[in-house]
């Protein structure tokens, strides 16, 4: 999906929400556990019931991992039922990975090729040739972590290298690498209070914003300080929507959820123009 395309969406919903499928079987209502494929099921009825609401989709793959040969299958019913019913959707393999070249261009092929996601997020931390082989593919995106949205993130993100905190040579260095265009960033909502300065170093990049809800981030925060005049922000929010209600109305109950957090980025989309 080309970055024009997720803008166009954006203004067409009045949306920048993105819903992160983090499904896990101790949460999800009782009712769904006596069918073939729990893990799609719960996926299905929360992707129908919110896609007028969002833009993104972003299944965390550890959440799938964690139930073997059966998550996998559960990962990639849910990527084919997103790429064939709502093709409109930008969909996010939250993989956190990245390895020397010729791994990570294996890596690239399963998601990208493969399981047919339009972005994957990588962690910097081995360098340039663990980065660029996600980049070479046209049109898909990776999402690299600047500055993440855990209390960790201090023990080394915010560290000063030669005078300079590590995530901001994160952000300038990786702005040198081959197809810097497929390049978008995260930044937990939790701090949203660095976007000034990271928008001086990336005016442009989208970024993917995970932390509001359940982690206690700031929507209008994290808009002030991050949006650009493209917008340039997916807001994602995982619990705070998919487990809304453990009840048999519990997709129409998440769909309320993604509901508040829409009207509230509607309203900064006004504010935009
Ligand atoms: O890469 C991510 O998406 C991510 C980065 C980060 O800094 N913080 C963070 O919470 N995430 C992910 O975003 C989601 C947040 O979930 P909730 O806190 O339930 O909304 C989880 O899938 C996290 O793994």
Known sequence: MTTKFLIEQIHKKKSFLCIGLDTDLDKIPSHLLKEKDPIFAFNKAIIDATHHLCVAYKPNIAFYE?????????LEK???YLNKNYPEQFTIADAKRGD??????????????????NSITIAPYMGKDSVEPFLTFEDKHTIL????SNQGAYDYQTKLIDGKELYKIVLETSKGYE????LM???GATKASYLTDIRKIIPYNFLLVPGVGAQGGSLEEVCRYGMTKD??????????????????????????KAKVLQVKMEKELKALV
């Open 145 to 148: 972590l600047a500055l993440t």
């Open 66 to 74: 964690a139930y073997g040969i059966k998550g996998w299958q559960a």
């Open 185 to 187: 960033y995260v930044v």
């Open 231 to 256: 917008v340039g922000l997916l807001i994602n929010s995982s619990r705070g929507i998919i487990y809304a209600s453990n009840a048999e109305n519990f997709a129409h109950e998440a769909a309320n």
């Open 179 to 182: 197809n810097a265009q497929n």
């Open 78 to 80: 849910t990527i084919e």
């Open 100 to 117: 020397i070249g010729n791994t990570s261009t294996r890596y690239a092929k399963a998601f990208f090729e493969d399981l047919g996601f």
